[in-house]
């Protein structure tokens, strides 16, 4: 069964950094490219960043560009985004997804989310 | 405010048609395919059409989709109860961004 399970999700203060994984299992995870997709509390679906499957394709949302970094590390199965300099705004579940297309929004499947909370 | 637009809600009694249009530009919907993703209360977001209207296996034919220029649509036929869900059209921009629709909130009467 494919599945992707997050984790690394809490309560940030502002300007504070937090590190996102999302382990995944039940398919090559070295041939597809990832992605990271979050919700603000009550509020609908926002791209944030994009990863091929050798990590020589990288993108960003402009929201996030500067301060987040998407990773990989195919020998362990695993994705990572790193959060540094959260906002208030940041606050959202953040899901990862697995790409079935680079640069199409093709995804399938979706984790289950973490939760980021970022307040003081 | 999304760069794709959908109505914020939608509504039909069970066993009507129901559609929800995503409106986009010559950048996105224009020149890449389009996605749309159901979202059932409380769970993550699934994968309901992809390509403009292809249906990943499991998903029910009562769901179609369809793109026009710079729009696309998504028609659920047959509306059931558990069809309640928010609806989520996505595609690409040639600006290297991803984009999703504002979402779609659907009730069934």
């Known amino acids: 069964e494919v599945q992707l399970v997050e984790s690394g999700g809490g309560l940030v203060k502002p300007g504070g950094s937090l590190r996102l994984s999302c382990a995944a299992s039940?398919?090559?995870?070295?041939?597809?490219?990832m992605n990271w997709v979050r919700q603000a509390p009550g509020k609908g679906l926002e791209w944030v960043s994009s990863?091929?499957?050798?990590?020589?394709?990288?993108y960003y949302a402009d929201s996030v560009k500067g301060r987040f970094t998407i990773s990989r590390d195919n020998a362990k199965n695993s994705l990572y985004l790193q959060m540094n300099s959260l906002r208030a705004e940041d606050t959202a579940v953040y899901y990862c997804?697995?790409?079935?297309?680079?640069?199409?929004?093709?995804?399938?499947?979706w984790g289950q989310g973490t939760l980021v909370t970022v307040s003081s | 405010q999304s760069v794709l637009t959908q109505p914020p809600s939608a509504s039909g009694t069970p066993g009507q048609r129901v559609t929800i249009s995503c409106s986009g530009s010559s950048s996105n919907i224009g020149s890449n395919t389009v996605n749309w993703y159901q979202q059932l209360p409380g769970t993550a977001p699934k994968l309901l059409i992809y390509?403009?209207?292809q249906r990943p296996s499991g998903v029910p034919d009562r769901f179609s989709g369809s793109k026009s220029g710079t729009s696309a649509s998504l028609a659920i036929s047959g509306l059931q109860s558990e069809d309640e869900a928010d609806y989520y059209c996505?595609?690409?921009?040639?600006?290297?961004?991803?984009?999703f629709g504002g979402g779609t909130k659907l009730t069934v009467l």
């Open positions: 390509s403009n209207n």
């Open positions: 996505a595609a690409w921009d040639d600006s290297l961004n991803g984009l």
């Open positions: 997804a697995r790409d079935i297309v680079l640069m199409s929004v093709w995804f399938d499947p």
């Open positions: 990863i091929s499957s050798s990590s020589s394709y990288i």
């Open positions: 039940g398919f090559t995870f070295s041939s597809y490219s």
